[in-house]
């Protein structure tokens, strides 16, 4: 699988697709199964990119240091096939926090597309990194979000 691009878009203030932080891929020849369309497990990793990289930009070095998040579950619709050589633009943005639980939504197409190839939401927790145990969700989150 290839490198991500740059995350960019809302990085900031992203509720919704219209307001996503975004990057593209380009979907790679190892990125292919044998029905000769990006492989579903391709779509998660994916996912995972994009949603790391907008932690990573907007966090900061004492919020990386302070929290890790775990996937706690993976809901994925799979809509349209996407193939070796295109391009397709990964959007994200927060949803719900309840407790150490906290929403992401991924949309994955191809760009100008009127409906996904994936749609993902991913249940993250977030973990005190010196702990290991479950943290809150709260404001020294949601603030460099601008959530």
Same mark, same amino acid.
């Given at each position: 699988?290839? $490198?991500?691009?740059?995350?960019?878009?809302?990085?900031?203030?992203?509720?919704? #697709?219209?307001?996503?932080?975004?990057?593209?891929?380009?979907?790679?020849?190892?990125?292919?199964?044998?029905?000769?369309?990006?492989?579903?497990?391709?779509?998660?990793?994916?996912?995972?990119?994009?949603?790391?990289?907008?932690?990573?930009?907007?966090?900061?070095?004492?919020?990386?240091?302070?929290?890790?998040?775990?996937?706690?579950?993976?809901?994925?619709?799979?809509?349209?096939?996407?193939?070796?050589?295109?391009?397709? $633009?990964?959007?994200?943005?927060?949803?719900?926090?309840?407790?150490?639980?906290? $929403?992401?939504?991924?949309?994955?197409?191809?760009?100008?597309?009127?409906?996904?190839?994936?749609?993902?939401?991913?249940?993250?927790?977030?973990?005190?990194? $010196?702990?290991?145990?479950?943290?809150?969700?709260?404001?020294?989150? #949601?603030?460099? #979000?601008?959530?």
């Amino acid at each position: 699988m290839n $490198e991500p691009q740059a995350i960019g878009g809302n990085l900031t203030g992203a509720r919704n #697709f219209d307001s996503a932080a975004m990057m593209t891929r380009n979907a790679a020849a190892g990125d292919i199964d044998v029905l000769g369309h990006v492989n579903n497990a391709v779509y998660l990793v994916w996912a995972q990119d994009v949603a790391t990289a907008h932690w990573r930009r907007i966090a900061g070095p004492e919020l990386l240091q302070k929290y890790l998040w775990v996937v706690l579950r993976h809901e994925i619709d799979y809509r349209d096939e996407v193939r070796e050589g295109e391009t397709v $633009e990964i959007r994200t943005w927060l949803g719900e926090a309840d407790g150490a639980r906290y $929403e992401r939504h991924v949309d994955i197409r191809k760009p100008g597309a009127a409906r996904p190839a994936a749609k993902v939401l991913t249940v993250w927790c977030l973990i005190d990194a $010196e702990t290991r145990k479950p943290r809150r969700v709260g404001d020294d989150i #949601f603030k460099p #979000f601008g959530v």
